[in-house]
C-alpha cells in the first residue's frame, strides 16, 4: 500500500460530532471511521459499475428480455 495522503473537505459541524461520537465509542479515530467509508463507497461504486457493464453486456450480445415478461 503506498503513504497516506490528507486531503480536506468541508462537513457539517454536526457530522463532525456525530463522526466522533462513534468513532469514541469505537476506540478508534475520526480517520480510521473516514476511511472505512470511503472503502465502502469505492466498493459500491464499482459494483454498480460492474452490474452496469453486465447489463450493457447483455444488450450488446442480444440477450433481453421483453416487458410482458
Given at each position: ?11 457539517a459541524p ?12 469505537m ?18 461504486q464499482r459494483?454498480?459499475a ?15 428480455f421483453?416487458?410482458?415478461?
Amino acid at each position: 500500500m503506498s503513504s497516506p495522503r490528507i486531503i480536506s473537505f468541508r462537513i457539517a459541524p454536526e457530522k463532525v460530532a456525530e463522526l466522533d461520537l462513534i468513532a469514541k465509542s469505537m476506540d478508534r479515530d475520526r480517520s480510521y471511521l473516514l476511511n472505512e467509508a470511503v472503502e465502502t463507497y469505492l466498493g459500491e461504486q464499482r459494483r454498480f459499475a460492474a452490474m452496469v457493464e453486465e447489463g450493457l453486456e447483455d444488450i450488446r450480445s442480444g440477450r433481453t428480455f421483453s416487458d410482458e415478461r
